[in-house]
């Protein structure tokens, strides 16, 4: 939902560059897709799921953990 330049959040242009995006990094190798994450509303998380489903990616959710050194 940060990827810059694909238009306002949860927009409708937002979700079709989103699309697009994901067909093009699918054919590249990705495996999986993080729909839920502590940032996103629930509509949010649904349609990123409907989007890994639809390319048959990995669902993931977000921790957020990144390691002691990001540790506030």
Do not use: N, Q, W
Request: hydrophobic share 30%; glycine share 8%; with cysteine.
């Amino acid at each position: 939902m940060k990827i810059k330049k694909l238009g306002d959040r949860g927009s409708a242009e937002f979700y079709e560059r989103l699309e697009l995006l994901m067909r093009k990094l699918k054919l590249m190798g990705l495996k999986g897709m993080e729909c839920f994450h502590t940032d996103h509303t629930k509509e949010e998380s649904m349609k990123l799921v409907e989007i890994a489903e639809k390319y048959h990616l990995h669902i993931t959710e977000g921790s957020d953990y990144h390691g002691p050194e990001f540790e506030k």
